[in-house]
């Protein structure tokens, strides 16, 4: 009986942090359409998002690339159609993988910092602090977060997209003895421009929702350091849950219908 009012409790607070998030999204676009941005802060998260995140991204990345193509290019091989191998994993990794994992990625390192960071604030009176001195904690700390996160995120999926790409051709060149050639023209056949957008576009959504959610639940922890850490890990399960919820309703928008990703 315990239990379950526990539980009945704990899913009512992330419900109402949840609200709080939303409602922390339409004061950044209301910020944002004011250009209230704090320049130094911004290139400071920038740096913590981007370069800071590359290295983590990009080993993963290449990982996935030559694990889908070991997986694909052996029954693609048995059926005949080993010079598709190139295509299909440059369609996958760019309408799925590399903004996905990518945005994994920045959720499980960055998420969950921007939670601690302004949780730790929230708790130790420093937010409190910044009203007195007269500064919006939304425009000195969420602001430069959420633009850090929607630039930084397509930049980095790009460049895991290509160390995918290259990972997966080694892959397909030295343990299957499909040529670079072949695998570079099958990847020009398949990918196409809108496939490139669909990317950039799920990327700054995704990078969008890791940074509101880290920042919403780091301004609503409560508890001290026991607090911070809870907020720190829910603000993660929930950022990965937002993550692949967006996925499915994004994919459902762009790619409706029947086609081919040869036509075109």
């Known amino acids: 009986m315990t239990s379950k009012i526990t539980l009945n409790s704990g899913f009512r607070l992330w419900l109402q942090r949840l609200l709080a998030a939303i409602f922390l999204a339409g004061q950044v676009i209301i910020h944002l359409l004011k250009i209230r941005i704090h320049k130094r802060n911004t290139l400071e998260q920038m740096a913590v998002v981007g370069p800071d995140s590359l290295t983590?991204?990009?080993i993963t990345?290449?990982?996935?690339?030559?694990?889908?193509?070991?997986?694909v290019a052996r029954e693609f091989l048995y059926f005949g159609a080993g010079q598709a191998v190139g295509g299909v994993l440059a369609i996958a990794l760019t309408r799925e993988l590399a903004p996905v994992l990518t945005a994994v990625v920045i959720a499980g390192r960055v998420g969950s910092a921007f939670a601690a960071e302004i949780g730790t604030m929230r708790v130790t009176e420093q937010?409190?602090?910044?009203?007195?001195?007269?500064?919006?904690?939304?425009d000195y700390l969420v602001i430069p977060r959420?633009?850090?996160c929607c630039v930084m995120l397509p930049i980095l999926t790009l460049i895991?997209?290509?160390?995918?790409?290259l990972g997966?051709?080694?892959?397909?060149?030295n343990l299957y003895s499909i040529s670079q050639?072949?695998?570079l023209d099958s990847v020009n056949n398949f990918l196409q421009v809108w496939d490139l957008c669909t990317a950039l576009i799920k990327a700054g959504v995704f990078g969008a929702l890791v940074a509101i959610i880290g920042c919403s639940w780091g301004l609503t922890t409560t508890g001290g350091a026991k607090g911070v850490g809870q907020s720190t890990t829910t603000a993660v399960v929930t950022a990965l849950l937002a993550i692949f919820i967006a996925n499915f309703f994004l994919s459902?928008?762009?790619?409706?219908?029947?086609?081919s990703a040869l036509v075109g």
């Open 127 to 138: 937010i409190d602090a910044l009203y007195v001195l007269k500064t919006d904690p939304i």
């Open 252 to 259: 459902w928008i762009m790619f409706q219908g029947t086609g």
């Open 160 to 165: 895991s997209l290509l160390t995918g790409m």
């Open 61 to 71: 990345a290449a990982f996935v690339g030559m694990v889908f193509t070991i997986q």
């Open 168 to 173: 997966g051709m080694l892959i397909s060149s």
């Open 181 to 183: 050639v072949v695998f």
């Open 56 to 58: 983590i991204s990009l």
């Open 146 to 148: 959420v633009v850090a």
